[in-house]
């Protein structure tokens, strides 16, 4: 079982009954994947928002249907938001098949950055997701990246990741995924040079002789 659920109900299809649904506080929502018939449902708004918020579309969402005795797995697979609002105008939640692998991207968490040696590094994070291949019970909430090793110059890469048993990861291994560097040097204002200039009597650099 997923850790995440929802519950939908079935809706007749058209632009007027989803215009009608979403002043109602539901969002349309298209079921579909191998070996079944898409469905049309509706799903509440606030409980939509909630789950899309931690599962996002990359872990397993178990769907309920309501009045039916039906259960689906699902990747919430793509959510459209009005453009204004903010709000959820519609979702696809792709059924996934628990027997073959599927294709997700996954999320890359940092830890650790409070106990990197003291060396003034800044921690810059060049990949924030991964896209893997996997069967949908070995699908890693997300790819955890311990820095507290590392220090000023170190890389780690694609490659280096550990993304668990049966977890093939699909991004080039020579991506780079997060690195440990200097803080840039404060730039040095025109305007400061030129004051300093004008103090020390010196000629300002645009100057030339007459």
Not at 11 to 31: D, E, I
């Amino acid at each position: 079982m997923a850790e995440f659920t929802l519950t939908a109900t079935p809706r007749a299809t058209g632009k007027a009954a989803a215009r009608q649904l979403r002043r109602q506080g539901q969002v349309p929502a298209v079921l579909y994947g191998p070996g079944m018939e898409s469905q049309t449902l509706a799903i509440d708004h606030q409980m939509l928002a909630r789950v899309y918020e931690q599962a996002g579309a990359s872990q397993l969402v178990d769907v309920t249907i309501a009045g039916r005795d039906e259960r689906y797995t699902v990747l919430i697979k793509d959510v459209s938001r009005h453009p204004v609002r903010g709000t959820y105008d519609h979702v696809d939640l792709y059924r996934v098949p628990m027997d073959r692998p599927i294709v997700a991207r996954v999320p890359i968490r940092i830890q650790g950055r409070d106990q990197r040696p003291n060396d003034g590094g800044l921690v810059a994070e060049r990949l924030h997701e991964v896209e893997v291949r996997c069967l949908p019970a070995h699908l890693p909430e997300a790819i955890v990246v311990d820095v507290s090793g590392m220090a000023v110059g170190d890389t780690l890469y694609v490659s280096d990741l550990q993304p668990g048993e049966g977890v093939e990861i699909l991004d080039a291994p020579d991506e780079p995924v997060v690195a440990i560097v200097e803080p840039a040097a404060p730039a040095v204002e025109e305007a400061e040079e030129t004051e300093a200039a004008a103090e020390t009597g010196a000629p300002a650099a645009e100057e030339t002789e007459a």
